[in-house]
């Protein structure tokens, strides 16, 4: 079964950092586009940053300069390093992926169970 898990959220003082961790899982072929996603509570979810294979970026406005995305396509992994928390980086943290199970034959997109980040000013 192809899975995404992550780790790595918690508790910060406003200013602070914390670093998150998705691993892949399962019998997976490839992997496209991965990706990080927050859902604050009573908003939609928004994109945070993404990551081709070719490590090509893009992130949110409201967290460019401050956060930082990152692969190993190795070992199936993504993080995002998050610097200079502010309170309203409070939300969920979901990460995502366009992946290629064996026997699949065709890209999927799956999402992570969330890490729960909270920013304490």
């Known amino acids: 079964q192809v899975q995404l898990v992550e780790s790595g959220g918690g508790l910060v003082l406003a200013g602070g950092s914390l670093k998150l961790s998705c691993a892949a899982s399962g019998s997976i072929y490839s992997i496209n586009d991965m990706g990080w996603y927050r859902q604050a509570p009573g908003k939609q979810r928004e994109l945070v940053a993404t990551?081709?294979?070719?490590?090509?970026?893009n992130y949110a406005d409201s967290v460019q300069g401050r956060f930082t995305i990152s692969r190993d396509n190795a070992k199936k992994m993504v993080w995002l390093q998050m610097n200079s928390l502010k309170a309203e980086d409070t939300a969920v943290y979901y990460c995502?992926?366009?992946?290629?199970?064996?026997?699949?034959?065709?890209?999927?997109?799956?999402w992570g169970q969330g890490t729960q980040v909270t920013v304490s000013s």
């Open positions: 995502n992926a366009d992946m290629n199970a064996y026997g699949v034959g065709r890209y999927a997109n799956y």
């Open positions: 990551i081709t294979s070719g490590r090509r970026t």
